[in-house]
């Protein structure tokens, strides 16, 4: 049986030369949420050590179409590293295995919080703003395909992300009303609300604490926190555009070339 370190190794690795591999719990079936986990720390250690910054936190599968589309029922979270962050909204196919695009909101953060079961109130007092937000994901399995704990060891399959130009202050909106429409090459292909992320997205915050505190984490002022999609995420090829259009508060697009 592999060592978690093999794993390590292996999912760095696919993840640092984008390249699919067999999922890891074919070869441990046996792999615990903890172990999952550290595979995932321990992984984006090494892309820490390789020159890249910690900026932050993902919440994955936060909604119903996100859990039926991929099949596993359960919210998890992932590691940011500044070399996720878009600096310009387009990607390149050749560089990813089989990426797809999804709408989000993000939350950055102006103090430190943590701890288990915080209501809104107590969450919202740490936000410095909310921005408009599209993930890029690249599950490192072939086929897309995991369990649980491969998908947690592949980080949340993070690969990339775009914010908006625009920071929006909290108590503007109301995060749960927002609605978003979902354009690949020019067609509407889905229509999402913000209240997909776990009724509202500012839970999606407090579950992710919820998470962390298991481990004595939290979040720290200046990280940011990909809250989760509000609908399905669609499959791009070269030559492909996404857009999300929220509305009033703006949209986003990535070109894929
Ligand atoms: O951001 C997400 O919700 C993705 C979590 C991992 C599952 C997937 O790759 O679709
Ligand atoms: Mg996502």
Redesign the pocket.
């Known amino acids: 049986m592999s060592t978690i370190y093999e794993f390590v190794e292996r999912v760095a690795t696919a993840q640092s030369e984008k390249t699919a591999i067999e999922k890891i719990t074919n070869s441990n079936p046996t792999l615990t949420l903890e172990e999952a986990y550290e595979i995932q720390r321990l992984s984006i250690e090494k892309s820490i050590s390789a020159s890249n910054a910690f900026i932050g936190w993902?919440m994955?599968?936060?909604s119903k179409a996100?859990q039926l589309?991929?099949g596993?029922e359960s919210t998890?979270y992932g590691r940011l590293t500044n070399n996720m962050l878009m600096n310009h909204n387009e990607i390149t196919a050749a560089d990813h295995i089989h990426p797809?695009i999804?709408p989000e909101v993000a939350f950055t953060f102006k103090s430190a919080i943590a701890g288990e079961n915080l209501t809104a109130y107590e969450v919202w007092s740490a936000v410095e703003y909310v921005y408009l937000a599209l993930?890029v994901?690249d599950?490192r399995y072939e086929n897309?395909a995991f369990s649980l704990m491969d998908?947690i060891a592949d980080n949340?399959?993070s690969t990339k992300f775009l914010m908006g130009s625009q920071p929006y202050a909290p108590t503007t909106t109301d995060w749960a009303q927002i609605k978003v429409d979902v354009y690949h090459n020019g067609e509407r292909k889905y229509e999402g609300v913000g209240a997909a992320i776990l009724d509202h997205p500012i839970h999606s915050v407090i579950e992710l604490l919820n998470l962390l505190s298991k481990e004595g984490r939290g979040i720290q002022p200046g990280q940011l926190v990909l809250a989760?999609?509000m609908t399905d995420?669609v499959a791009v090829k070269a030559g492909d555009t996404v857009t999300a259009d929220y509305g009033v508060l703006g949209s986003l697009t990535i070109n894929v070339k």
């Open positions: 993902k994955g599968l936060t996100k589309q991929v596993v998890i797809r999804e993930e994901i599950s897309f998908v949340a399959s989760g999609a995420a």
